[in-house]
């Protein structure tokens, strides 16, 4: 479930040195594809900015590695996750 695959992105931002806070939403990103789908997904892991899609985009280039390492470390610890399906 994405519930636990976000908990174990939280460990391990942790680990690196920051905190992650989560929600759900009813977005639209690509991520709803496989969310749709019942298949464990996150969105929003990429580096911290604001006003996107104008003009005054930005991003804050500090947050891209922590955030890259994150992810990284993530992937590697699959295996600590335990996706039981509800479908």
């Known amino acids: 479930m994405s519930s636990a695959l ?8 942790k680990a690196i ?5 989560g929600e759900f939403t009813g977005g639209c990103s690509d991520a709803g594809w496989t969310a749709s789908l019942g298949i464990p997904t996150l969105c929003g892991l990429g580096p911290v900015g604001a ?3 104008t ?5 804050l280039l ?4 922590p ?4 992810l990284a470390s993530t ?3 699959l295996q600590d996750v335990s996706f039981a399906s509800a479908r």
């Open 6 to 13: 976000f908990e174990l992105y939280q460990v391990q931002a």
């Open 17 to 21: 040195g920051f905190a992650v806070d």
């Open 51 to 53: 006003k996107m899609h």
């Open 55 to 59: 003009d005054e985009e930005y991003c």
């Open 62 to 65: 500090d947050t891209l590695v």
């Open 67 to 70: 955030r890259t390492q994150a």
């Open 75 to 77: 992937l590697l610890n």
